[in-house]
């Protein structure tokens, strides 16, 4: 598959701050992105997803950026707490391979108390 | 509604053994997929299934690795004779049907190969 890669490897931030990560992403075919939390010896979790026909999606405290143009994704969360303290990935899928994700490296956010 | 089931939860084995590691999916899914992350690394896909079916193996290696998924019972990755480079943390997801949408990914199974 395409690669999927983030930018930042590491990101630390303070309690109360806003956090943004990013995501790089090589195959303009891609059309439905998904956003995953990954904490310490758990499974990703779900945290939003963003389809090709939309630049811009909220959630609680979070918000997803899709720039088709320059094939990037951003995940913003708003007032980090510690419990965000966790590695995030994005995956990418295009509809006409099926069903399968294709996820980037991570990236490690880490919230300063 | 329990969430998506793996066990083992940590396998240790030694080379050249075999290692099954057992997906349930959540209740009234019928689409699993597995995919493996090294340490530090992303989740790599290795198999899309459907009860009886591989839909899409592209990402499993040819050899020494399998995958089912039947009628009755957990779906099983099968690793023969398992080499160093197996140990890898492995993670079952699983869908509800046809379409896109998220995957519920289960705890994962951690393969540690002496």
């Known amino acids: 598959g395409e690669s999927v890669g983030l930018h930042l490897p590491t990101l630390s931030v303070q309690e109360g701050d806003n956090s943004i990560i990013n995501c790089a992403y090589s195959?303009?075919?891609?059309?439905?992105f998904i956003w995953y939390k990954q904490e310490s010896g758990k499974g990703p979790q779900f945290i939003i997803d963003i389809r090709s026909n939309m630049d811009k999606r909220q959630g609680q405290r979070v918000t997803v950026l899709l720039n088709k143009t320059v094939k990037h994704l951003s995940l913003q969360i708003a007032a980090t707490q510690p419990g965000d303290s966790a590695v995030y990935f994005c995956a990418e899928n295009e509809s006409n391979t099926g069903n399968q994700f294709y996820f980037g490296t991570g990236t490690s956010l880490t919230v300063i108390p | 509604n329990a969430g998506v089931m793996q066990n083992p939860r940590h396998l240790v084995r030694r080379r050249g053994q075999e290692a099954r590691l057992r997906c349930s999916p959540m209740?009234?899914?019928?689409?699993v997929y597995w995919y493996r992350q090294l340490p530090e690394e992303g989740l790599k896909f290795m198999v899309y299934?459907?009860?009886?079916?591989?839909?899409?193996e592209s990402g499993m290696p040819k050899e020494r690795f399998s995958a089912e998924f039947p009628k009755e019972g957990p779906s099983i990755l099968r690793i023969q004779q398992v080499v160093r480079g197996d140990s890898a943390a492995y993670f079952c997801?699983?869908?509800?049907?046809?379409?896109?949408?998220?995957?519920?990914f289960g705890p994962g199974t951690r393969l540690t190969v002496l």
């Open positions: 209740k009234g899914h019928s689409h």
């Open positions: 195959n303009s075919a891609s059309d439905y």
């Open positions: 299934l459907q009860k009886e079916n591989i839909i899409d």
């Open positions: 997801a699983s869908s509800p049907g046809q379409g896109r949408g998220e995957q519920f």
